[in-house]
């Protein structure tokens, strides 16, 4: 007798992929041929939701900078969700210049969301 168990529903996770990706500007076409599938087997992770591999859900998260967390612990508070993750990834690319600027912004914002509050 086979335990009963929830199917995991990937379609949260294929709009997350695919948000990412036309945030890159990347086709599918140029996605599938870097990580050697084929478009349309993304393009059915992205709008169906189907199962991808390990090894294609391991290469799309980690290229995209996509926290997992958000998906299978969506009821937890996570330590960096995938808005951190690609801040993160495009703050490593920037000079101490920018990291600077970058910097001053934010305690800008922080400052004028606390006196809004």
């Given at each position: 007798?086979?335990?009963?168990?929830?199917?995991?529903?990937?379609r949260a996770f294929g709009q997350a992929i695919?948000?990412?990706?036309?945030?890159?500007?990347?086709?599918?076409?140029?996605?599938?041929?870097?990580?050697?599938?084929?478009?349309?087997?993304?393009?059915?992770?992205?709008?169906?939701?189907?199962?991808?591999?390990?090894?294609?859900?391991?290469?799309?998260?980690?290229?995209?900078?996509?926290?997992?967390?958000?998906?299978?612990?969506?009821?937890?508070?996570?330590?960096?969700?995938?808005?951190?993750?690609?801040?993160?990834?495009?703050?490593?690319?920037?000079?101490d210049r920018d990291l600077k600027i970058m910097t001053a912004a934010a305690a800008?914002?922080?400052?004028?969301?606390?006196?809004?509050?």
């Amino acid at each position: 007798m086979k335990r009963p168990t929830p199917v995991y529903d990937f379609r949260a996770f294929g709009q997350a992929i695919k948000a990412a990706r036309k945030s890159r500007n990347e086709s599918r076409n140029t996605v599938g041929r870097e990580l050697f599938i084929s478009p349309r087997y993304l393009a059915n992770i992205e709008n169906k939701g189907q199962h991808p591999s390990l090894q294609v859900f391991f290469d799309l998260v980690t290229r995209y900078h996509i926290s997992v967390d958000q998906f299978f612990f969506a009821d937890e508070s996570t330590e960096k969700n995938t808005q951190r993750r690609q801040l993160d990834a495009l703050l490593d690319q920037m000079s101490d210049r920018d990291l600077k600027i970058m910097t001053a912004a934010a305690a800008k914002i922080v400052e004028l969301e606390s006196a809004v509050e």
